[in-house]
Every structure is written in C-alpha cells, then in structure tokens.
C-alpha cells in the first residue's frame, strides 16, 4: 500500500507543487493585501483626525476673531469719533451763530464721512484679524504637532504679541488717512447737494456708490491708494528696518507680516473684503429706511414705491447718518455684526497650505 501510494505521488508530484505554490501564494497574498487594508484603515482615520483637529482649530479661531473684533470696536468708534467730532458742531448751532449755514455744511460732510469711515474701518478689521489669528492658528497648529519632537516652535509668544500689533495700524496711520480719503469723496460727491433738497433713500444710495467708486477705485487723482494700504504700514518701511540689528524674533515676524501682505494683495482677498463692504453698506441703508417711512395711512404701491417716492431733506437726513457709527461700532452684537461674522472666510483661510519659514 506504502509502493502504491508513492507511485501516486510520483505520478502527481507536479500537481502537488503547483498546488501547494498556489495555496502558498493565496495565503501570503491574503496577508499582505490585510496589511495593506489594515495600513489604509489607519491612515484613513489619521487623516480623519487630522482634519477634525484642522476644523476645530480652525473655529476656534473664528470665535476668538468674533469676540475680539467686539472688544475693539469700541477703540475704533472713539478713535473715529476723536477724528470727526460732530458734536462740537451741533453745540454751536445751538448757540444760533451768524455762520449757522456754514456749520450745517461742515456738519452734512463729516456726518457722511464718518458713517463711511465706520463701515470701511469695521469691515477691515473683521478680515485683516481673521487672516491674522489665521496665520498665526497655522503656525500654532503645526507647533502642537511637533510639539514632542523637541523642535522650537515656529511663532513663539513674544512673536505672536509683536506679530499682531501690526494691527494698530489701522486704528492709526491707516484710520487717519482713510477717514482723509473719504472725506475728499463725500465732499465731491455731495458738496454740492443743498440741505433743502430731498433724497429718496434710492438717491441716497446712488450717492454711496458714488463715494465708495471714489475710495476704491480713484477719481484720477495720483495719490490714491488700494484698500490693503489702510490695513497695514508699507512695506518698504518694514524692508528698512531690516537694516537694523535685528533679532529672531523680529525676523520671523517680519516674515509673518510679509506672508500677511501677500494674502491682502491676493484676489480671494479681495472678494472677502468686497463681500463684506457690499453687505455692510447694506445694512447701513437698512438701517436709514426705517426713517424713510411713507405716512400711516398712505398706499404707495409696494417696497420699491416708497424706497423711491418717499423721500427727507438732506438736513433732516444728516442727524439720522451722524448716529449711525453708535450702530455700526457697536460692541453689542447686532444686525451689523453679524452680517460682519457671516463671512466666505474660507477662501482666505491658510489651514490647507505650510506656513513660509
């Protein structure tokens, strides 16, 4: 029986090897190819994680931007009102001086200028702080990841305070210059325009569009200047004072700034920050149409009737624009705010790429 089943095997001895090679060849391959499921599983949920981290870091940021912005809005308003006080001007007029219609004047002009001035200044501050906690979120981010490899973090504290200063000067230089720009574009556009003439709230818009045309687009002049100027020094200053001793720190933050000045040139930008112009300005007029009432009692054929039938003289409109920046600057939040907060900021966000070091 022994002979017998040798001769079997003799005779299958090929298929035996084919077979065992291919059954060994199944189970190794089954092996491998549950290391590799085991391998894509994990960097699967790694990079689950990873993104979970990036997401919650990341609004994170966008609820300290909020609650910051809210904090500032106050300095700014002072700031706004310390540059453009009105109401030294409606003091005098109830004095009743020989220059009373001079005073009216003056008044109709800083009382645009400094609504104007609210919205450009609020609306920049809302994205230059968010492309700056973002910025520094990103560097942040990447310290807490490589935080046990012993390496020295990327945006140290003292770089972070010195990094978001820059901030001031908006509320500065930035502030001064802008509120100078506007002033110009309000005083063309509606210098002209007498206290006794009315405006519909339509008219009263066009002339927005006129002022706002002026500061972001030019009106020939070879001083103007783009909105990101208003937001942060220029950096031919910052190249100089590379010039200087400087230390570390002061070298990353410069480059920090840098990196932030090529995102205020960058399109994306651009749309956010036009995004939140166009909706402020908005809400501006939505505030200025609940003075802009038909009377009780009078039909005038819908929404858009009135917006364009009813209408105030320019000196009973100037008082209700020259107490808009309280609404505007409001370090309560409102409408306003958050139409500010509600922002495409996603398409400035820096979480995706490496920071420039």
Known sequence: ???STWNFLKRHKRKFIFAGAFVGGVYILGKYAQKKIREIQEREASEYISQARRQFHFESNQRTCNMTVLSMLPTLREAILHHLNSESLTTLLKSKPANKLDIWEDLKIISFTRSVVAVYSTCMLVVLL??????IGGYLYLDNSVSKSGMMPLAPPDVQQQYLSSIQHLLGDGLSEMITAVKKAVQNTLGGVSLKQSLSLQELELHLNQIRAQVEEG???S??????WYMMPDEENTLAAQACGLTENDVTTIKLLNETRDML?????GTV???CLNRGFNRFLDNMAEFFQPPPGQFMGGHLSYLSHVSLPVAKIIPIVNGQIH???SEIPSHFVQVRAHLPLGRISIFESQPKM
């Open 219 to 221: 009106d020939g002049g």
């Open 327 to 329: 609404s505007i600057c």
């Open 130 to 135: 968010r492309v700056q906690l973002n910025i």
């Open 265 to 269: 040139e960058s399109p994306d930008f």
């Open 223 to 228: 001083t103007h200047r783009p909105l990101s």
């Open 273 to 275: 920050l036009n995004t």
């Open 1 to 3: 029986m022994f002979s």
